[in-house]
């Protein structure tokens, strides 16, 4: 097969993609009998027009990030987790605990507290299945999966018969100690330039874009990262290079589960002040597709966020303002997935075609 | 717990096992044949809009069962597409399905019922009824079997039947067909079959097509059986739980048979928290009896509970060489 020279393969193959997937999206927008340029303004207007949609924008987006590094830092040692929805409800289990049970004198403090607890009890869902998979050989895919609904069930179980104080009715703990309150974007020098009002985008932001320059550096830059990277392109050349295949195994999904995990810092710490039900509402699994379409680089991971980002925010726009459904961005998140992570060899060959007569030309 | 609420426990899970059952056979067929179908979840959904949809609007249970059947080859056609003659990756492909299945069956639904997402409620022929069973009435006089026959055997709609037979039907399809030799062949070792003169990709084409199938009876199932009409997510997980049931079941279809069966059994437990309360001595979280099957699984494919091995192609796609 003819190979495509490298730039088309890094932008060429994921534009196109976006783009089959745009289409499908608009041609089912037709077919529910709406209008797909309507859709796509209100999508802009609220989520890039204002101030006000640029706050869910980012707030959106800060979450990705997290996820889709979690997703990109695994992928990059051949494991697929599928886990990081059940990792980023126990991370935010983590941040609960760390801002209910420790008088933080400060936010900063308190910010620094949860985050470790958060990576560390997402470290922990992720271990199990990392162990299984290192030791025993069961496979990540399903035990991740097995993992997310023994974590609903878990977090459940918690927040109606542990942490709910006994006066509240929904599932929930305590509010959060004012001194966790972290500061919105509005709070911020220079972004308050910008954000007039409070916005739930939040300091968050920046951590998770030191987190996307950290991966950067941890897998290109540092040796663990060169072993992490050997051991997914081939399992056996890493095991002849001295590679520890188990220790490998662990080190990344741990990472990947911590990661996911610290969006809790986002949504549960930033935004919501206290753990509700079904915390992590789906993010976990938009990192995967936010990993794909940035091609598990971290400045891909932090475009394709923020273009996730803008569709949360514009769907969540569409259920409000036109008849069609909130649920019309799970159909894109879909075709986005399907599109750049499972027919992007389909892309390829079509490109090979277009690429061929002039690698011809030139031979 | 006494004799006639067992009965009842053991109703409920021939019920819930069913859908189970269906689709993990379709997952067994799939990954038989060397493709990892995480979309088993996604067709089912699809299947159960198609046909609440379909059997609403023309009153038929059976078209609708050819709506749903129709609509869950759709997914499998695609993943297909995507896993087989593309060559992408399989798992990838299951989860984009997974969602697509989840936001498009809303927006089918809600654009044309405005329901909020759901079909209106079915019933009369637009729905499988029960049936009773011959010889179900005299019978129960007969102490322990009868009652068993008459409660839990009898009375239960078309497809609960259907599903069973299927398993005896997948046994003999796979392994005493040539049919089937070649698509456990194409599972373990697809190079061997090509160098027959067999073809890979028609044969894993098949499976997908057979898989479909299932899980749309599946899906009907959930929309026109056990439930009157499709409601948004309905499937709650079980093209999950069926993949679980399919390592517990060592991908063979009696295995299947018992390991839906018994994720039946605990789904019809957390439907009774009284009696698990009855029998343990005290109260047992309804969240561990829901989280029970996963936990389970996990175990399973730790192999403290006996080994569990894969087809060994299973994931890969095949590349013919030239």
Redesign the interface.
Known sequence: MTRLPKWADVILVPVISLALAAIISAL?ILA???NPWEAISVMVEGSLMSAYGWGYTLYYTTSFIFTGLAVTVAFHAGL?N?GGEGQAQLGGLGVALACLFIPWPHWSLALIGASLAAAAFGAAWAA?PAY?QAK?G??I???T???N??AA??M??IL??VLRPPTAQDPSTAPFPATTHLPSLSDLPLFNLFFTKSVPANITLLVALAMAVLVWVLLWHTRLGYEIRAFGKSEPAARYAGINPTRIVLIAMLLSGALAGMMATNNVMGEAEKLLGNSASGAG?IG?AVA?MGRNHPLGVVLAALLFGFLYQGGAELGLWTR??I?????????V??FT??????VR?MLARVFRPRAARAA | MDYATLLQVLDSTLRLATPLLFACLAGLFSERAGVFDIGLEGKMLVAAMCSGAVAFLTGSVWIGLLAGIAGSLVLSGVHGLASITFRGNQLISGVALNFLASGITVLAAQSLFKQGGRTPPISGAARFNPIDLPFAEPLSAIPILGPFYAEVLSGHSLPVYVALLCVPLSWWALYRTRFGLRLRAVGENPAAVDTAGISVVRLRYAALAIAGVLCGLAGVYMATALQAGFGKEMTAGRGYIALAALIFAKWKPWGALWATLLFGFFQALALRPDVVERIVGTKVPVPALDALPYVLTVLVLAGFVGKAIPPRAGGEPYVKER
């Open positions: 089912v529910i009998g709406q697929f599928i199990i299984l025993r069961s496979h895919v399903i035990t999966i097995m993992f609904y023994i069930s878990l459940i179980w109606v018969d699994f995967i794909l069609i459904p649920e019309m961005r799970v159909v894109v998140q879909g075709l997935i399907l992570g499972a027919l992007d060899q389909m060959m």
